[in-house]
């Protein structure tokens, strides 16, 4: 994991979570990554991460970080997209100062495009590559997102689960046209082309903002990859969360989505916010690179 240790300096090392076992501080965040082949892929070319920030100071002014990028472009191509995006983004998000957490989030993102762009541009290997990029930024209660492509955040307050980001496909725009509803739309033989990705134009559009949603004591975000959500909708999602701590929901959620077919590689990304006088069902998560293949649909050549 030494890539992942040396993407900031010293003083913004982030802890590798699994390596931590330390007790959590009051208002603290637990989570968990877990990331699935599932039945068909044979390489993984989704990531999933979070962040802490060893320097309180940084963690204050900074936050967390969640991350999950869900990479295609084929003959591992994919793979190094979204490892690339989760490189860059947590390195140029943290090294930023005197920024909002918006523009310090767009700035990151655009420079991860940049550069994935250029590769693919310049590389005959990595032609055609590109990654979905949803990012969670938790500030104390605050939410801070940036979005591109169709990987998912939501946030889970009192048994009700909210999507924060909002899905950039062919098929969203029909929804947000009217001319199908949300539920053709889960079931629109092209709900998986996407209308926009990062590192396959110059020029791209970053969806960023602050949550209307607080994360408040025993509230839970959740990312994941295409490959969870296309076999469980989310009023599913929401009934495992209910009935779990996080390490068994997130497990549950992939087990649910291989035993329904499974086509893709699928990655959840959990976090809780727990009072310490709580007991947390998970004392260490991973943040370590999380192998994808190909996504089913491939991206059309003009957005």
């Not at 603290?28 to 990331?35: F, L, P």
């Not at 999602?237 to 929901?249: P, S």
Request: proline share 2%; net charge negative; glycine share 8%.
């Amino acid at each position: 994991m030494g890539w992942i240790n040396n993407l900031l300096g010293n003083k913004n090392k982030p802890v590798a979570s699994e390596r931590r076992s330390d007790s959590i501080e009051p208002g603290d965040i637990k989570a968990v990554v877990v990331s699935d082949l599932g039945n068909i892929r044979t390489n993984n070319e989704d990531m999933g991460l979070f962040f802490k920030i060893a320097d309180e100071n940084t963690l204050r002014e900074k936050g967390y970080m969640l991350i999950v990028a869900d990479g295609m472009g084929g003959h591992q191509a994919g793979e190094v997209a979204s490892r690339m995006a989760t490189d860059i983004v947590c390195r140029e998000y943290y090294n930023q100062n005197n920024s909002t957490v918006e523009k310090s989030l767009e700035k990151a993102l655009t420079l991860a495009n940049k550069t994935i762009f250029e590769k693919a541009s310049s590389q005959t290997a990595f032609q055609g590559m590109g990654t979905t990029c949803t990012v969670l930024v938790v500030i104390d209660q605050d939410v801070y997102y940036a979005h591109v492509g169709d990987s998912r955040a939501y946030i889970q307050k009192s048994g009700s689960i909210m999507q924060i980001t909002q899905d950039h496909t062919y098929v969203q725009q029909l929804v947000n046209s009217g001319d199908i509803t949300a539920a053709e739309a889960a079931e629109h033989p092209k709900r998986n082309i996407l209308t926009n990705a990062m590192g396959t134009k110059a020029e791209l559009r970053i969806d960023t903002g602050k949550s209307k949603y607080n994360l408040e004591n025993n509230d839970r975000l959740l990312l994941c990859s295409d490959g969870l959500y296309d076999y469980l909708n989310d009023e599913e999602l929401n009934k495992i969360l209910i009935e779990n701590g996080i390490k068994n929901a997130a497990s549950a959620m992939v087990g649910q989505a291989k035993a329904r077919g499974g086509h893709d590689n699928i990655t959840v990304v959990l976090a809780e916010r727990k009072k310490s006088n709580e007991e947390t069902e998970l004392k260490s998560t991973r943040d370590v690179e999380l192998p994808k293949m190909t996504r089913d649909a491939e991206l059309p050549t003009e957005f």
